[in-house]
Structures are given as structure tokens and as C-alpha cells.
């Protein structure tokens, strides 16, 4: 005879069984495959999985000591004299209590495994340090990069033009290295952002943060890379202005904003690939009604959505017709150009 609340204990265990082993084996998975991307990524990426992978292993012992032990607790319960109604009761407040943390644990083992970033090459990492004439700095959540050339003088000039970067959608930051180091070896400011779980939108005020931090700036520009331009074409339309220095322009790498932006003083340039199979050329197409109509559009004959990172190819993808190094330097010219555009012009001198 089956006792009352039997079946739903051994059916939570066996949930939280299996649950948990995908909580174990999700993290294992990750740091085995991408621990690189991880350590020097959000810290959400790494923190989560280690909590993911310390409650998993919580999770397996306590639905194996369940399934093991059950008859004993059970027999243990009727020796109090339990009764049906009790047991029932019990029963039910096993499956209230237990089922929603147990869905809970599904959504974040989805999650983790979902966000499982695409790792820049070995070549953009190590773009992504410290070198020829580049200095790097990696804080917390985001990447910094700036000239170490001295000048004529020996001193090294503080930049006063920024670029703030959004990686797209669960691409590792250091992929954008080797577009963007030749803006900073050139005097500007250029950031990476690394966004929680690789999703630019959790954190839409990201960019502010490190602006409000770099006071000798006077002039940004925001960009991004496909969700990452989405992300920052809403940022710039939202945001004149950070600590009185103008968000004077905005990059898009293969993206498009989610809605007509209403700043007309915006100075945007929109630079996608030919061979694109993400963001597609009729994509493109569709988005100027929803950009300023001065905006500049620059397309790479042969370029796809992978190539303005370097993480190796993407599903979905087209296929390419050019070589990935002529691609990215006409992305990274047509940026250095939209720089140049939105930096303050010197006054002449007064004789």
C-alpha cells in the first residue's frame, strides 16, 4: 500500500534530482568551456554558475538522501500517529514549498546555459591587453583603452573624445578589440562594456556610469553591435548629455534602433555587411526611416555579423565573400571618421 504524500515526495525528489544534476553539470560545462570569457567578463557570469553549481550540489544530496530514506521518515511519521488528514496536509505543503523554488532552479540553469558567451579569438584577446602603444585597463564591468604614444613632448595627451562600446548580444568584449584599439592608439577614449549575462538591456544605464567617471571627456559617442546597438541608439536618443559633456554621436556595427529617434542634433553613422544573415541588408534598409536623415550608412561589401568581432562564426550567419582583416579596417575607418566628425574643433588663435 502506497502511504499518503508518498507520491509527491518521491516525485519532488526525482525532480530535484534531475534539476540538480542540470545545475551541477550547466557550470562544470561552462568554466570547461569558456572559463576565459568568464573570469574577465561580468562578474555576474562567473558568480551565478558558482552559486548555481554549490546549490546544485545541495540540491542532489538532499534528493538522494529523499529517495533513499523515505520509507524511513515515513515510518518515522507514523510512529507519531499522523493522520490522513495530517498527512495530506503535509503532502500539500511539500509540493507548494518545494515546486516553486524547483522552477525557479529551471529558469536559472536556462539562463546560464542560454548566456553562454561566444569567446573572442585568442587574437582579439590578446588585443584586449596592454601593447603596442595601447594601454589597457580592465575594471570591473567594462574594458578601457587609451593611447600610451607620448607626444612630441614625452607626454602622453589625456583623451577628451570617448567612444562607450556595447558588445552584442552574449559576445565576449575582448571579440572588439582589434576594431577598436586603432581608435585609442588615435587619442580617444574607447570603452567595452560587459554587460550581465551578455544582455545590454539589463543594465540600460550602463554607459552613464562610465561617463560620469572620466570628467576630462567633453565629448562622447556611443555604438554597439547588433543588440548592442539597439542598446545604445536608445541611450543616445534618451541622453543629450553626461555630466555637461554632449553624447554628440552614435555607431551602429550591423544594428538599427528599436524606434525612431527623435534627436536631430545626433550625428549617426550605420555601417552593416553586404553578406550579412542576421541583420540583413532589407533590415538595414528599413531602419532609415527611423534614423536621422543625415545619418551616414557605410556597407562592407562581403562582411557578415560576425565579422565586426572576432568570435569565430555565428549561426545564422551568411557567408562571406571578403577577407574578415579588409572588412574590419573599413569598419573601424568609417568609426574613426564618425570620431572625427563629432570632435570639437580647435579654436584658431587669436594674434
Request: glycine share 8%; proline share 8%; charged share 20%.
Amino acid at each position: 500500500m502506497v502511504r499518503t504524500g508518498a507520491r509527491s515526495r518521491v516525485a519532488l525528489a526525482v525532480g530535484w534530482l534531475v534539476v540538480g544534476a542540470a545545475m551541477i553539470g550547466v557550470p562544470l560545462w561552462l568554466g570547461w568551456t569558456r572559463w576565459p570569457a568568464l573570469l574577465t567578463g561580468h562578474p555576474s557570469m562567473l558568480a551565478l554558475p558558482i552559486l548555481c553549481l554549490v546549490f546544485g550540489f545541495v540540491a542532489v544530496a538532499w534528493a538522494a538522501a529523499t529517495l533513499l530514506l523515505g520509507d524511513r521518515v515515513a515510518d518515522s511519521e507514523r510512529g507519531r500517529q499522523l493522520t490522513p488528514g495530517q498527512q495530506i496536509r503535509r503532502a500539500d505543503r511539500r509540493v507548494v514549498l518545494g515546486v516553486p523554488p524547483l522552477l525557479l532552479c529551471v529558469l536559472l540553469v536556462t539562463v546560464l546555459a542560454w548566456a553562454r558567451p561566444l569567446s573572442a579569438t585568442p587574437e582579439a584577446a590578446a588585443a584586449m591587453r596592454s601593447g603596442n602603444d595601447v594601454r589597457v585597463a580592465d575594471r570591473l564591468t567594462w574594458f578601457e583603452m587609451t593611447s600610451a604614444a607620448p607626444d612630441k613632448n614625452g607626454d602622453v595627451p589625456v583623451p577628451t573624445v570617448g567612444l562607450v562600446f556595447v558588445p552584442g548580444a552574449r559576445v565576449d568584449p575582448r571579440a572588439y578589440a582589434p576594431l577598436l584599439a586603432p581608435l585609442a592608439r588615435a587619442g580617444y577614449l574607447v570603452t567595452v562594456l560587459k554587460e550581465p549575462f551578455g544582455v545590454a538591456l539589463v543594465d540600460a544605464d550602463h554607459a552613464r556610469t562610465v561617463m560620469e567617471l572620466h570628467p576630462e571627456v567633453t565629448t562622447w559617442a556611443v555604438g554597439g553591435h547588433s543588440l548592442g546597438g539597439v542598446a545604445a541608439a536608445s541611450f543616445a536618443d534618451d541622453t543629450a548629455a553626461v555630466a555637461g559633456a554632449p553624447v554628440a554621436g552614435l555607431v551602429l556595427y550591423a544594428s538599427y534602433p528599436s524606434r525612431r529617434l527623435q534627436r536631430t542634433d545626433l550625428a549617426v553613422v550605420s555601417i552593416s555587411g553586404d553578406r550579412d544573415g542576421l541583420t540583413t541588408p532589407d533590415d538595414i534598409a528599413k531602419s532609415k526611416a527611423d534614423l536621422p536623415p543625415d545619418a551616414t550608412y557605410v556597407v562592407v561589401p562581403g562582411a557578415v555579423h560576425s565579422y565586426f568581432g572576432d568570435y569565430g562564426e555565428q549561426s545564422g550567419d551568411g557567408t562571406p565573400t571578403t577577407d574578415r582583416a579588409a572588412a574590419q579596417a573599413a569598419i573601424t575607418e568609417a568609426t574613426s571618421e564618425l570620431l572625427l566628425a563629432v570632435t570639437p574643433k580647435a579654436k584658431p588663435k587669436k594674434k
